[in-house]
């Protein structure tokens, strides 16, 4: 199996023909202002997106947060309550399904039962201004597309569940939409195969050159796949960019929570120099220093927030200005890391994560149950966030 | 805990005995020679030829099976179409009105279908002129009136198992709503329009009492013959004739059986292969 995705950056850098685009074309695709009601529940709340062409964007979010919803009104099943949606330029919000240039990669795949791998793929087709050999031609080349060659007389239940889920991707790249919507494209797979499935959907996202966009819940596959992602919650879009800068940079309490794990502390600003805010954490037993955000004034009450794997654990006090002393309630060992817990005086459990960087014995680790430790962590890695 | 289950067991054999006890002594009287019915006098083939040259009775044969197809054909058409209707428009205003009033026939007593049929022929007869007399049409009618709610019920429960997705999915490639229905919706669904046929079907050949109401002179189906014979007192002919409805209603409920089963069996059958060739 590849390597674990969890570095960030070089994902970033998969996408150059994204990232190079994004500085010159308009949007490929808006939505503007979309609201969905069913009744007096509101689906989806005024979001506005802009998707450039060759993205893989990702709508992020819990269940119910309306990511579906959003996606289904691309893809023309629901109608906007409010709101207008263009691809390429084109107004698309009155149009029905069978009229737009998008497609549609099913969370079931639904494929048509009664037909043949081939069949399925083809599908499509049928409506478009093609000879019956160019047909062929296109089926026969989707198919190598996603290595399923061998298989094209076969029909939906005789194959596997990985092997439906590239079918399903064939039908809906077959017609070279230039849209391609994609509704939790692995949630149905098993861990190992869901890995190996990432780096094939970029993979043929990049030969294809087709604009993905992408729903899911699980906050590791959209970070590895997209160029950019939205965080959504309750129907609102609460923050876009990409992995990085989402993961690194969140504006707000409920999309550092969500996307992976952190430490929250209620706190308040004590004094503002330049871009260093100085906060006063009575949870963390100190007063800290942390990267200023724009409109701070002291007094203030502020939440600071620091993900475990920016804090460094040792059993001397460290040099520097946030040092903050606990005791190690929990450990659990994972071999390529570490997680503590760690309690401090105000009753306060802090989480820690540290990579094992070094080889050491049972008795020789940095600390262990019920030890005495200085926790330590760059003012620049703090996050403070005012919701 | 590998004892048999007595009780269960003993309640299987009352249960088949209790329906399939009167049906066999039926048959078995059906070769009875003796011309009381409930005498045994040898064994004996001669009712079912002396049926084979009964004009009467071919003729209600032949009725009967006319009456049958054409009934269950147009109940599938437009039972069919009210089981999509309840299944897939899921916000219409007095929708469970509509489903109300489709599904209430299932528990209307016969009789009261039959008295209904037969004053709405009466009524049209009388201001419209058509149907003029009861009889072929009438019979025919009426039959599609109460066979129609058993093919709704069978498509309609196969439509809620389906994956709508599918039907999106075909849109989404670009077909029209009238051409999913074409390839897609009807195709799903076929089996279970074709069960819902055969029902029709034998709802229809073994009715006795909307017949009764809704007939005319001429018009003798098979079960209305039986019932008029059987006033005279019970033949062995009654039971050779009724002997053959059982074995030609029995073998089309089998095949319809065993072809849906065929292919259920055959569709796991294959997700097991494509498990184990996938391991």
């Known amino acids: ?56 964007f990702s709508l992020l979010g819990g269940s119910g947060c309306g990511k579906t ?41 639904a494929l048509f039962p009664h037909m043949t791998v081939e069949k399925n793929v083809a599908y499509g087709l049928k409506h478009m201004d093609m000879t019956a050999s160019q047909r062929a031609d296109r089926v026969r080349e989707m198919l190598a597309l996603v290595q399923l060659s061998d298989f094209s007389h076969r029909k939906p239940h005789q194959i596997s569940g990985g092997q439906r889920q590239r079918v399903a991707l064939a039908r809906a790249l077959a017609k070279q939409p230039k849209l391609l919507l994609l509704d939790e494209p692995l949630a149905a797979l098993d861990k190992k195969l869901r890995e190996a499935t990432q780096f094939e959907l970029m993979d ?33 879009i609460m923050q876009t960019g990409t992995a990085t800068e989402v993961y690194e940079y969140p504006n707000s309490k409920l999309v550092a929570g969500f996307i992976g794990s952190i430490n929250f502390f209620e706190a308040t600003i004590r004094d503002v120099r330049d871009d260093v805010a100085t906060v006063d954490a009575p949870e963390l037993g100190a007063t800290v220093e942390a990267r200023a955000i724009p409109g701070l004034s002291p007094g203030q009450p502020i939440t600071l927030a620091i993900r475990p794997e920016k804090l460094t654990i040792s059993r001397s006090k460290p040099e520097g200005p946030n040092a903050i002393s606990g005791k190690v309630r929990d450990l659990a060992y994972f071999g390529k890391d570490s997680l503590y817990r760690i309690e401090l005086p105000s009753g306060r459990v802090l989480s820690i994560n540290s990579v094992n960087s070094r080889r050491v014995g049972e008795n020789e680790r940095v600390a262990d149950w019920e030890d005495a430790v200085w926790l330590s962590f760059d003012p620049s890695s703090a996050i403070l966030l005012k919701d | ?53 009964n004009r009467q009775v071919l003729k209600a044969v032949i009725l009967s099976l006319e009456i049958a197809v054409l009934s269950a054909t147009v109940a599938t058409i437009l039972g069919t179409m009210a089981g999509i209707a309840m299944a897939r428009f899921k916000r219409f205003r007095g929708r469970t009105l509509f489903s109300g009033l489709v599904t209430a026939p299932l ?18 007869a009388e201001y419209i002129g ?19 709610v058993f093919v709704t019920t069978i498509v309609h429960s196969r439509l809620v198992q389906a994956d709508e997705a599918i039907e999106e999915a075909a849109m989404d490639l670009g077909s029209r709503p009238w051409q999913v229905m074409k390839d897609i919706t009807l195709p799903v669904i076929s089996p279970a329009i074709l069960s819902g046929w055969l029902l029709a079907f034998t709802i229809s050949l073994d009715d006795v009492v909307i017949t009764n109401f809704t007939t005319g002179p001429g018009t003798t189906t098979l079960p209305i013959l039986i019932w008029s014979k059987v006033k005279l007192g019970v033949t062995p002919d009654i039971n050779a004739l009724a002997t053959i409805t059982v074995v030609i209603v029995g073998i089309g409920v089998f095949t319809a059986g065993w072809l849906l089963n065929r292919a259920e069996k055959r569709r796991e059958l294959d997700i097991q292969l494509a498990y184990q060739a996938n391991q």
Not at chain 1, 80 to 94: L, N, S, V, Y
Not at chain 2, 107 to 124: Q, R, Y
Not at chain 2, 133 to 138: D, V
Request: glycine fraction near 6%; proline fraction near 5%; charge should be neutral.
């Open chain 1, 204 to 236: 043929i996202q990049d030969k294809t050159g087709t604009t993905f966009i992408v729903v899911t819940h699980d906050q590791e596959e959209a970070m590895t796949l997209s160029s950019r992602l939205a965080v959504m919650d309750k129907g609102r």
């Open chain 2, 130 to 148: 058509w149907p003029a007399t009861r009889g072929f049409t009438t019979v025919t009618l009426a039959h599609i009136t109460f066979s129609m």
């Open chain 2, 107 to 124: 528990v209307m007593p016969e009789v009261i279908t039959g008295i209904a049929s037969l004053m709405l022929f009466i009524l049209m």
């Open chain 1, 69 to 109: 919803t959003l996606l289904r009104m691309l893809a023309g099943f629901e109608d906007p309550t409010e709101g207008r949606i263009f691809i390429d330029g084109q107004d698309m919000t009155d149009l029905p399904p069978y009229e737009r240039p998008v497609n549609m990669m099913f969370q079931s795949y």
């Open chain 2, 1 to 53: 805990m590998n004892r048999r289950p007595v009780f269960l067991i003993t309640m299987l054999c009352f249960g088949f005995a209790f329906f399939y006890i009167p049906i066999i002594s039926m048959m078995v009287y059906s070769f009875n020679g003796s011309r009381l019915a409930t005498v045994w006098g040898g064994f004996s083939t001669k009712w079912y030829i002396s049926l084979l040259s």
């Open chain 1, 1 to 56: 199996m590849s390597e674990p995705a969890t570095n960030i950056g070089a994902k970033v850098a998969q996408f150059p023909r994204a990232a190079a685009l994004a500085e010159k074309e308009p949007p490929f695709i808006r939505v503007e202002g979309v609201t969905k009601r069913f009744g007096s529940f509101t689906a989806v709340s005024s979001v506005n997106l802009e998707i450039r062409k060759g993205e893989i």
